[in-house]
T-cell receptor, first 113, second 113 residues
């Protein structure tokens, strides 16, 4: 079945560490997105990519980095510069028609310990 | 002011009630309107989408769009405990490939048996 796979489901980070969240899709979608979800704040866009080897900052990109070397993969690195990284992270992709909504992954819960 | 406003709730109803969830928006360029359902600690899943104004029905769910008032609604008839989730509205314009969705904050719904 086509879909988006995020891993790991739970991730713990020590202070000062960089961690990478994986996102893989087999939907043949060009566009991919990373969102952060905090209680009471809805979904906030971190980075998005419309095509391989190209990506744009979203609303809260500081302290995060991404790469898009393959169409299927859009990993997110949470760097030590991100001061409040504890959150639920969601990856999504979108097809090439305007009425397509997003397909979301199941999310990664990142906790700083 | 946010582009999309959604009452975060929480909303608690008895089983069998009719539930009304709403969003207002300010951007007149929005043409596609979607509702996502998100269970706790899961990724959102697309529930319904509509284009421009009008109604769309799918089983117990009805989506309405009133572009003149910049107001969209999701109605759930004969609500069930399994409908307990957070409901997010989302919107986009006519632009194709890769455009981002704009989300409401989400409304937390609990249906009590």
């Amino acid at each position: 079945d086509g879909g988006i796979t995020q891993s790991p489901k739970y991730l713990f980070r020590k202070e000062g560490q960089n961690v990478t969240l994986s996102c893989e899709q087999n939907l043949n979608h060009d566009a991919m997105y990373w969102y952060r979800q905090d209680p009471g704040q809805g979904l906030r866009l971190i980075y998005y990519s419309q095509i391989v080897n190209d990506f744009q900052k979203g609303d809260i990109a500081e302290g995060y980095s991404v790469s898009r070397e393959k169409k299927e993969s859009f990993p997110l690195t949470v760097t030590s510069a991100q001061k409040n990284p504890t959150a639920f992270y969601l990856c999504a992709s979108r097809g090439d028609r305007a009425f397509y909504g997003y397909t979301f992954g199941s999310g990664t819960r990142l906790t700083v310990v | 002011q946010k582009e999309v406003e959604q009452d975060p709730g929480p909303l608690s109803v008895p089983e069998g009630a009719i539930v009304s969830l709403n969003c207002t928006y300010s951007n007149s360029a929005f043409q596609y309107f979607m509702w996502y359902r998100q269970y706790s600690r899961k990724g959102p899943e697309l529930l319904m989408y509509t284009y421009s104004s009008g109604n769309k029905e799918d089983g117990r769910f009805t989506a309405q769009v009133d572009k003149s008032s910049k107001y969209i609604s999701l109605f759930i008839r004969d609500s069930q405990p399994s409908d307990s989730a957070t409901y997010l509205c989302a919107m986009s314009g006519l632009e194709t490939s890769g455009s981002r969705l704009t989300f409401g904050e989400g409304t937390q719904l609990t249906v009590n048996p």
